[in-house]
């Protein structure tokens, strides 16, 4: 069970004026997260994501080029097939290069540090390579008050307290654009302490209509945003005591059919998967509380990725028993994984989930995402992606004969 202690109990502030979603220059890494579904009497329902990441050099943030990332995917839940695009600029590589050596300086001596941080730096580019990730030369643009984001092809506008997205789909699907007008209060807290790593920034809205058009449809739907930032060093680390470590967490966005929305997280240290810190919101009519018992969340399902070995906790119990929540998660697909540069890759996924909300039936659709299941943190990490690798190259079957994944079940498609 996760707990929380004094201040940061109770009600919190909310409220129905749209924040300021503008980029905090101080800051190396920051992100803005779209999430949800449209759907289309002729194309039928999408659940969708775009993530763009910012991310500068961790000890001169406000000086060095921003690197821009972008996450786009989209799920056909009726025949379950997952489309992405990965893409980065190319300061994203030089950043991360940096941060990559810094990391390694920390932790391995000179002559095995440079060894694993090439070995790495050559597995990242392999992606680029294999293009599993792009590398797109068109200058990405940053612009503030109001906040607006440009780069070949994707739009992300903020004015009169809605947001504009103009994204294409991945694959052969359609461009969409669309107009995301909020339909409850944002949150909007700042300086989250997680015990001693930190403080975090964090901005949600769990519920804005979809209004737009994919390719020359009217389609409508429902999406969530939040934008983040604050004290990670470099590309999505953490300074603990001058440990230089990367984090990993568990997140899970969930909107219930009566009209409440959850926001869990569940921030893990990579190197020990020991937890550092978590985070629940619950956003009930025009409130959004903590609950001061905390919460619990435990796997109830694992998936093997037939693209890079790597093992994902997919299926979830979720318990709150002060707010008397009991939720099962399923997803939508197992295979919803998503290259990253320099991660290897996340399993980011719609999903749904059925339970109980002060003793009454719910259903509802909601999201995961895993972050930090494929980092090379030792030696060891190094070669056993080395020959996961060539036996994946070599022997397809090696993870298609997955005995994890033959437990989960994914939600009804009909």
């Known amino acids: 069970m996760f707990g929380f202690g004094g201040a940061m109990e109770g009600v919190i502030s909310s409220s129905r004026q749209s924040p300021d979603l503008s980029p905090h220059e101080t800051f ?6 779209i999430q949800g579904y449209f759907e289309g009497k002729r194309l039928g329902r999408r659940n969708f994501m775009t993530a763009l990441f910012r991310a500068g050099n961790s000890t001169n943030a406000r000086t060095a080029d921003p690197g821009a990332m972008l996450l786009v995917s989209t799920l056909d839940p009726a025949i379950g097939r997952h489309t992405y695009h990965s893409r980065i600029s190319p300061a994203i590589i030089a950043n991360y290069r940096d941060m990559a050596r810094q990391f390694g300086n920390a932790r391995f001596s000179p002559l ?42 994707f739009s992300f506008r903020q004015h009169d307290g809605m947001v504009d997205l103009d994204f294409a789909l991945p694959g052969n699907e359609p461009a969409c654009s669309f107009r995301l007008s909020p339909r409850t209060p ?22 804005l209509e ?19 930032w604050g004290g990670y060093i470099g590309w999505l680390m953490a300074d603990h005591n001058d440990d230089y470590h990367p984090i990993g967490w568990d997140w899970f966005g969930v909107n219930l059919d009566d009209g409440t929305d959850l926001l869990l997280m569940v921030y893990r240290h990579v190197n020990t998967n020991k937890t550092i810190a978590n985070l629940a919101y619950i956003f009930e009519e025009d409130r959004v509380v903590r609950p001061q018992q905390g ?20 299926a979830w119990r979720i318990d709150i028993p002060q707010a008397q929540i009991g939720l099962d998660f399923t997803p939508r697909s197992l295979d919803q994984e998503i290259p990253v540069f ?26 995961l995402e895993l972050h930090g299941y494929g980092y090379v943190l030792t030696l060891r990490d190094f070669l056993a992606r080395r020959l996961k690798r060539f036996f994946n190259r070599h022997r397809p079957a090696f993870v298609a004969k997955d005995r994890f994944s033959r437990t989960v079940q994914i939600c009804d498609r009909n």
């Not at 068109?138 to 440009?150: D, I, V």
Request: glycine share 12%; aromatic share 12%; hydrophobic share 35%.
């Open 28 to 33: 190396p890494v920051e992100w803005w997260f």
């Open 112 to 153: 095995l540090a440079n060894t694993v941080v090439n070995g790495h730096l050559k597995d990242a580019l392999a992606d680029i390579d294999a293009g599993r990730v792009q590398l797109d030369g068109h200058e990405p643009s940053f612009s503030a008050y109001p906040f607006r984001f440009q780069w070949n092809g």
């Open 186 to 207: 944002w949150m909007n807290e700042q300086d989250i302490s997680l015990n001693n790593h930190g403080p975090v920034a964090y901005v949600v809205c769990p519920r």
């Open 210 to 228: 979809i209004a737009g058009t994919a390719g020359d449809e009217e389609v409508s739907g429902r999406a969530w945003i939040d934008h983040q």
């Open 295 to 314: 919460f619990s969340v435990r796997p109830t399902g694992y998936w093997r990725s037939p693209h890079t070995a790597q093992k994902y906790p997919v």
């Open 342 to 367: 320099g991660m290897n890759a996340i399993w980011e996924g719609a999903g749904c989930v059925t339970g109980t909300h002060k003793g009454r039936p719910v259903t509802g659709e909601a999201r």
